[in-house]
């Protein structure tokens, strides 16, 4: 038995719930599976998409004998030319293990460009190929492009796959495609882009990947929010102060200074990512975990966002974004953002969305933090040493804890702010959580959308930020400098208290120990 001063992590193990397994019953099928990576050679499909792959292949969630990879790029290259550029950013891909050379034997390279038919016949024949010597008359032939590229082609590749390279309706399956963020630099063009996939494809088989909804915790607030009788009375205006949603980076761009010009910080990170997490925590009860009900109440949330003020905006560029030469000297492009969204609903009316976001910071961190109102009456006289706040660290190292008011042990009557503390890493011991795109794309396999963001989401997203956006490209506001390694502008701070944030000052928390 473990003695009183010892801190004792139980494992156990989970109870998969059943009415959450048959809302999202998807058919287990079989057969030839191949994933088409095109733009093998940048640095999305060496970086996240083949590890990811790998990962699921480790795991036993792609098998050899049913699938196959093949990487599709301009480059001129061999297969094992392709494979060695991959190794190195796999898991233990330097040690040479059995696991990663069977998995890079997987992978085939079929070089071509995006607008020209050749290619993609030849991509068609080698899939197909593939297809026959699995012999997949007997099961089902599932084609699944990865689209790690620029958003500027999009539509000529997904033209060249619709009429090239589809799965032969005869044989059943699928054809999908998965699409990547920047979709779109503001409505127009986002509606655009839509509209041009949408001719080509149905909505079913198109997969907008926004990699924080793969997230653990981010894929935990349903649970937390809809499971738990602790929070289904408080999540509201009656006691919520305000909400915060936080990105911190503590590098800047590296290298990426050109392409992050043409975007900055609020399309990089906050239209998409933070605005994602924003629908979590603020949308109504689903009428079911069905992918359709779960998006329908994140539309009517960002349907309910109200326009962002100016006066509710700070921007930031950290001093040195401009030393990198692809980026233009008189550039005002934000790397650094706050921007407060309101939400115009019977819950959430009065009660502030501080959305920031900021590279080359003093840290690197994703939370959600929810600040509760002062206790009336505080009879305890404790009000200024700290609001109740429940916090949602989403990286590094997740927890989630609840900072609240105690009575110091001891023999006086007096009261400090302590935690209730759920440190992922503690209470989960051994148990590793998986990569946000790993789970992402077995999600597109096994044709979940759940956690892809629907066409009519994407533009409500972006009707929340476009006129922003515009005022910035046109000038109207300013990025204020600050320092790399700060806390990005004193502005920011500034802007969280007038909208009512209540700093908790003198709080220390301390870690755990295991014994
Ligand atoms: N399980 C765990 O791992 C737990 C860890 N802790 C740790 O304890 C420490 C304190 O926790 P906590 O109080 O939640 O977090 P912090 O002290 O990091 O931040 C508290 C809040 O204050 C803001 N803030 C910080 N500095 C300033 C400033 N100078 N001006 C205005 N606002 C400021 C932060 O904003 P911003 O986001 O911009 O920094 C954040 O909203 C942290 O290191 C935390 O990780 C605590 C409990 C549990
Ligand atoms: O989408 C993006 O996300 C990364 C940060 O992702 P994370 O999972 O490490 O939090 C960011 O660096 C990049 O600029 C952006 O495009």
New binding site residues.
Partial sequence: MADLGEWHCEKRPFAKNESFARDNENVQETGCLSIIVLGASGDLAKKKTFPALFNLYRQGFLQSNEVYIFGYARTKISDDELRDRIRGYLPHGKDGTEDVSNFLQLIKYVSGSYDDPKGFKALDKAISEHEISKHSMEGLSRRLFYLALPPSVYPQVCKMIKNYSMNKSDLGGWTRIVVE?PFGRDLASAEELSSQIGELFEEPQIYRID??LG?ELVQNLLVLRFANRFFLPLWNRDNIANVQIV?R?DFGTEGRGGY?DQYGIIR??IQN?LLQVLCLVAMEKPVSLKPEHIRDEKVKVLQSVLPIKDEEVVLGQYEGYKDDPTVPDNSNTPTFATAILHIHNERWEGVPFILKAGKALNSRK?EIRVQFKDVPGDIFKCQKQGRNEFVIRL?PSEAIYMKLTVKQPGLEMSTAQSELDLSYRQRYQGVVIPE?YERLILDTIKGDQQHFVRRDELKAAWEIFTPLLHRIDNGELKSLPYKPGSRGPAEADQLLERAGYVQTHGYIWIPPTLS
């Fill in positions: 963020k990699h924080y997230k990105f980076e992050f990089d990170i990512h994703a990286q946000a």
